[in-house]
C-alpha cells in the first residue's frame, strides 16, 4: 500500500496541527493496522500512535498520550493525527505507515511507510 502523508507545517507552541495520510489501497485499507511515527534530527525514528483496523483500539507513545488523537476513515482510506498543545520537542518528521498486526508499535510492525511530513513546533 503506498502511503501520502500531509499536514505538517510550523505551528507555535501550545497550539494544534492535523496529520493525513492517505492510502492508495482502496479495497484492503480496512485490513491494515495503522500507525504514526516520527523522527527529530539525529534521532532515532520513534513510535507515536497506533490505531487498529476498526479504529476501536488505539495505542499512544507516552510523549504524546493526552495531547494527541489518532482515527481513520476506512470509507475514504485515510488516518489522521490530531496533536493538541505542540511543544517543541515534537518538531520532527512524522511518517505513517501500514503493518498487517495489532498491537503494533515497533517500527518492524510496519511494512508499508509514507515519504513524512515535517512538524516544527517553534518556542
Known amino acids: 500500500v503506498q502511503l501520502q502523508a500531509s499536514g505538517g507545517g510550523l505551528v507555535q507552541a501550545g497550539g494544534s496541527l492535523r496529520l493525513s495520510c492517505a492510502a492508495s489501497?482502496?479495497?484492503?485499507?480496512?485490513?491494515?493496522?495503522m500507525g504514526w511515527f516520527r523522527q527529530a534530527p539525529g534521532e532515532e525514528r520513534e513510535f507515536v500512535a497506533a490505531?487498529?483496523?476498526?479504529?476501536?483500539?488505539?495505542y499512544y507513545a507516552d510523549s504524546v498520550k493526552g495531547r494527541s488523537t489518532i482515527s481513520r476513515d476506512n470509507a475514504k482510506n485515510m488516518v489522521y493525527l490530531q496533536m493538541n498543545s505542540l511543544k517543541p520537542e515534537d518538531t520532527a518528521v512524522y511518517y505513517c505507515?501500514?503493518?498487517?498486526?495489532?498491537?503494533?508499535?515497533?517500527?518492524?510492525?510496519?511494512?508499508?511507510w509514507g515519504q513524512g511530513t515535517l512538524v516544527t513546533v517553534s518556542s
Open positions: 490505531i487498529s483496523r476498526s479504529g476501536g483500539s488505539t
Open positions: 489501497e482502496r479495497t484492503f485499507f480496512s485490513r491494515y493496522i
Open positions: 505507515a501500514a503493518g498487517p498486526v495489532w498491537p503494533a508499535s515497533r517500527s518492524a510492525d510496519f511494512g508499508s
